[in-house]
């Protein structure tokens, strides 16, 4: 279980980053118009990717705290 907190950060930095390419890789050039669910990929990428990121940011600064408690 110790293991597992140590890695979760990175795991979900991780995840940020592939969420991330995917919203840079799906995002549509200015003015062209997606059809259907495309157009909702490059967002539901880019808001994944942020609580990703900080969901990576809580569990390190709780782990720092958690290591200096005790």
């Keep these: 279980m110790q293991m597992a ?4 950060p990175i ?3 991780l ?7 995917v919203y ?4 549509l050039p200015p003015g ?3 059809k259907g669910g495309d157009d909702w990929v490059n ?3 880019l808001v994944t990717s942020i609580v990703s990121m900080i969901g ?3 569990s390190a600064i709780y782990q ?6 005790g």
Excluded: N, W
């Design 5 to 8: 907190r140590k890695i979760l």
């Design 11 to 13: 795991g979900l930095l």
């Design 15 to 21: 995840l940020a980053a592939v969420l991330f390419y």
């Design 24 to 27: 840079y890789d799906t995002r």
């Design 32 to 34: 062209v118009q997606a």
């Design 43 to 45: 967002i539901v990428s």
């Design 56 to 58: 990576s940011i809580v």
């Design 64 to 69: 720092v705290l958690q290591h200096r408690k």
